[in-house]
């Protein structure tokens, strides 16, 4: 007959395997997605220049201003801003694409009665949502403007009323997505 004990081990052995699985069914794919050059030698960058934010759709120039900030923000952290392009290595350009949409639901739980006139019937109402979705992305261009890089994620910056928390989160998300810059696919110096 099995002891107490041992059957206390097992128990704790299937839960911590049971939560070790749960848990690892909520882990999220990364939601940044890059694309580069793979010839060209990244290893090479020291210094960016910033270049004018592009916008698309229904952008405020303040949400251009600050998803160009935090981008040069996190930057800042691994490379040397130059005065002007002709002097950086690498020129960056960040674009803030948003757009307005609408989800409808059929909501099969808020149920409600009464059919016409008389009788009773009974259906679910639709739930409409309006919501905007928006996409932050950076590009990383030679001095000669050619494509070199690109990273780009779903932005969730627009749902903050505070200008500092939308600062904050696009911080966030400029850092995700530079996290992945540059690529390394060589390794020292020309």
Request: proline fraction near 8%; hydrophobic fraction near 40%; include cysteine.
């Amino acid at each position: 007959m099995a002891s107490l004990s041992s059957i206390l081990r097992r128990t704790l052995r299937v839960t911590a395997i049971g939560l070790v699985l749960v848990l690892g069914g909520c882990a999220s794919p990364n939601p940044v997605a890059v694309d580069y050059d793979p010839t060209f030698k990244f290893a090479n960058l020291r210094s960016y220049y910033l270049m004018d934010t592009l916008a698309n759709g229904p952008v405020s120039p303040f949400e251009s201003k600050r998803a160009s900030q935090a981008v040069s923000d996190v930057l800042k952290g691994s490379y040397q801003p130059a005065a002007t392009p002709e002097e950086a290595d690498f020129l960056v350009r960040v674009q803030l694409f948003s757009s307005d949409k609408v989800a409808v639901y059929e909501d099969p739980l808020s149920i409600y009665g009464g059919y016409r006139y008389f009788g009773f019937g009974w259906r679910a109402p639709l739930r409409v949502r309006e919501y905007r979705e928006s996409t932050l992305i950076v590009d990383v261009l030679s001095p000669e403007q050619a494509p070199l890089w690109r990273g780009s994620m779903p932005s969730v910056a627009g749902r903050y009323d505070a200008p500092e928390q939308q600062l904050f989160r696009l911080r966030e998300e400029a850092g995700m997505i530079l996290a992945r810059f540059p690529p390394y696919n060589d390794v020292g110096f020309d």
